[in-house]
């Protein structure tokens, strides 16, 4: 791929365009508000698969269950939005981390993604929303180099590059597969988590009023956010960033948030960037338009 087609597919979309989710749906509650977004918006985007993502914290034993646990939670969010018929759409992935950066993770998930973006045409590319550790897509990758020009992936992993250190949890849970994505040349939009999409934070009195009581779905997330938002938050004036909603976003209208072109940055195994401006370029989101895309996405979750 030459630098003038990469930087082609790192436009914007226009029209109705195909694309997979990748999603550690059990971690924390973002990643239910996403998927759902992503659902809600047919009218842009078509959804191909949905892809359980590795992921170790509190919530699971291990990456193994992680994965299981959010295929588990997929499910339960197309049952409270009452679309059964999406199941047959969901994949499990990665059950750990990427050994090195040669080896592939075997999963459906990784399989399925090669499949669908070998079935594109190069100028129809499927876009890849990622809101997890990258195994999944860095697996595939790893499986057929060839999927790199028919996909463009849309990564919310690692921080700013203002930030002191890279230590995000998509990032640093498979740096070896964050490595793969960045250095690859793939047409990458990255969301940084600290000083970018740290903006994008909703309150309990907020959801209240926009989503409770609108739907089964909308009660559900408002409870999650709540019980989250008090048991991490510093004070009872809490709020919760809703970090994972923002890589749908950047698909749907860009005046959700403002994005530049920067050399391909290079996640160190020491939690920090490096740096090389003779890198490919990638698509760098810097700033959120906050109330615009909560607008949006209030409207369309309680619809």
């Known amino acids: 791929m030459t630098e003038s087609e990469r930087l082609q597919k790192l436009q914007r979309p226009q029209g109705k365009i195909d694309v997979v989710i990748d999603t550690d749906t059990y971690n924390e509650v973002d990643d239910q508000y996403a998927l759902a977004y992503l659902i809600k918006s047919d009218d842009k985007l078509n959804l191909k698969a949905v892809y359980a ?11 193994a269950d992680g994965m299981e646990r959010s295929y588990q939670e997929i ?20 059950d750990r981390y990427l050994p090195d950066e040669k080896q592939p993770v075997e999963s459906p998930a990784a399989r399925n993604l090669v499949e669908l973006a070998m079935e594109r045409d190069k100028d129809h590319p499927l876009y890849v929303v990622a809101i997890a550790a990258i195994t999944n897509v860095a697996s595939a990758i790893l499986m057929e180099p060839a999927i790199i020009d028919r996909i463009v992936v849309v990564w919310l992993g690692g921080h700013s590059f203002e930030w002191p250190d890279t230590k995000e949890f998509n990032m640093y849970q498979d740096v070896a ?21 740290s903006e994008f934070a909703t309150t309990g009195p907020e959801l209240n009023y926009w989503l409770k009581g609108k739907n089964k779905l909308c009660d559900y ?22 970090w994972d909603v923002t890589a749908v976003g950047w698909l749907l209208d ?18 920090c960037y490096a740096f090389n401006k003779t890198r490919h370029f990638i698509k760098y989101v810097f700033w959120i338009n906050r109330d615009l895309l909560f607008e949006d996405l209030f409207k369309k979750l309680s619809s």
Not at 257 to 262: A, P, S, T, V, W
């Open 177 to 197: 597969a964050a490595r793969i994505v960045f250095g690859c040349g793939v047409p990458l939009v990255q969301l940084p988590c600290m000083g970018v999409v």
């Open 53 to 63: 993502a590795p992921f170790f914290n509190s919530n699971s034993a291990g990456p």
């Open 221 to 242: 997330l408002v409870s999650v956010t709540e019980r989250e938002g008090e048991a991490t938050g510093q004070s009872r004036c809490w709020s919760r960033i809703i």
């Open 254 to 271: 860009d005046r959700f948030m403002y994005d530049r072109l920067e050399h391909s940055p290079i996640p160190e195994y020491d939690d």
């Open 75 to 94: 499910t339960n969010v197309l049952e409270l939005m009452d679309r059964e018929d999406l199941k047959k759409l969901v994949h499990k992935g990665a």
